[in-house]
């Protein structure tokens, strides 16, 4: 997607990678353990990302809330991007990700 326009470009790329497919990992556990991680990995500070995503994360996680993400999905280089545009798509509230508690 060519634009000037960034919030458009941010929101293109978050429709591309929600292109998971098949069942959807049912323990909610596993998802807010990726979160964990990221919120993890984005603390250390070379992630150029606003102390409010981290914030916003910690909150998800602290209310045992996480995105359904499917089980398959696009390939990409580290292999992450489209489970994580599925949180991302939680965060911004894209209608197609729907958020489930966590069990336990």
């Not at 150029?48 to 998800?60: H, M, S, Y």
């Not at 995105?67 to 599925?86: K, N």
């Amino acid at each position: 997607m060519r634009s000037d326009d960034a919030q458009a470009v941010q929101v293109g790329l978050i429709k591309h990678l929600n292109a998971g497919m098949s069942n959807h990992i049912h323990d909610a556990t596993i998802t807010r353990g990726a979160m964990i991680l990221r919120v993890l990995s984005m603390s250390r500070g070379g992630s150029a990302v606003r102390l409010e995503l981290i914030e916003t994360l910690i909150k998800l996680i602290d209310a045992h809330v996480s995105p359904c993400v499917p089980l398959r999905g696009s390939i990409s280089a580290s292999g992450d991007l489209m489970p994580l545009s599925y949180v991302a798509g939680l965060i911004s509230g894209r209608f197609q990700n729907e958020e489930k508690a966590a069990t336990g």
